[in-house]
């Protein structure tokens, strides 16, 4: 693929890993056009980007839109269970309107559509780690199924559009990603402790923090969704983007704690609801076919984190 050539839609594009793509893809020559309504993005997300192949759009993927384009990458959703759960009737409609028209307008143009997915579609796993053929344990009514269900119905409703229609299909399925840029108050549990430790509150750790997830820097997810769009020749249509390092909350507690210099100190609430006790990837199929790996260790990570974050918070 010559980025040269491509008019790229993100949706989504305001929102952190959007922040991330959209920069990444403006360096590599190519047009792009966000379209976003800000529900969890920022609105000055490129105030310090100046560049006239880069163009903003208010626009709800709920309603159908008509634009040219190459390639539509489509990350609008609300990604944090807190954000999802104020929500959960719009994330619903988002997550599966949103994929329906937009893979529509990608069909009308005859571009490329590359779609967000997660890890969630999982559910809380039985099989360890978690390759792409796994069908999942996810409830379908509880308090994550907006979200979780919201996923899953996109990736039928696609996988059904390219078998049938033959759209030109990739599904990232993206494990939990960090780093700069993350909304201060955005409920994830990276930045609920970076923000924690460095305004020297106590780590707040949802039930015993023995769960596990596996975390990914987003400059990896970033290549990995690059990687996934580039890529032409694949007969898999889903991929697992993610960190096969697997770490318990607890864990993580103890490392940000130690990067920022103080004695740990957490309070305890309540596990969150139909919370996964475990989360890891099995990235095989994405090293074989995409050649991506993750580069990133969560302190190297972290430490472009915790110093992103120290900026915004001073
Ligand atoms: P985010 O909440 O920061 O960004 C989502 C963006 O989508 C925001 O800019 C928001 O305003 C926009 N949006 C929401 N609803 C919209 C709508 N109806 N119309 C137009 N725009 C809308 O989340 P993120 O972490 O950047 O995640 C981006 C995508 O990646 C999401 O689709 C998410 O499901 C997926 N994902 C992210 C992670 C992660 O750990 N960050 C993990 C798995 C999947
Ligand atoms: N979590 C926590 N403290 C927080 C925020 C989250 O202990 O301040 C826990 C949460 O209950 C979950 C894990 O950390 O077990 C990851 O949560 P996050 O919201 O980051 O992502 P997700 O649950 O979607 O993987």
Known sequence: MNWQDQH?????????????????????????TVLDNFHTGMRDRFAGVSNARLKIVEHDV?????????????LACPASPKKYQAAPLETWRTSIFGAVHLSELA????????????????GDPLEHPQRESYCGNVSFTGPRA?????KRAAETYLMDLHREVGLDLRIARIFNTYGPGMALDDGRVVSNF????????????YGDGLQTRSFCYVSDTVDGLLALAETDDCADKIFNIGNPKEQSVLDLANLVAEMTKQDLSVQNGPAAGDDPR????????????LGWSPKVSLEEGLRSTLAEFRGRLS
Request: proline content about 2%; glycine content about 10%.
């Open 62 to 74: 709920c309603a159908p839109i008509d634009l040219s384009c190459d390639l539509i990458i489509n």
């Open 278 to 289: 475990r989360r890891c990837p099995d990235i095989s199929r994405a090293r074989a076919i």
């Open 194 to 205: 970076v923000v924690q430790a460095l305004s020297g509150r106590v780590l707040t750790i």
């Open 146 to 150: 907006c979200y979780d269900e919201g």
């Open 107 to 122: 069909l009308r143009q005859g571009a490329r559509f590359v779609q967000a997915s997660t890890s969630e579609v999982y």
């Open 8 to 32: 790229v839609i993100v949706a989504g594009g305001a929102g952190f890993v959007g922040g991330h793509l959209v920069r990444a893809v403006l360096q590599r020559g190519a047009r792009v």
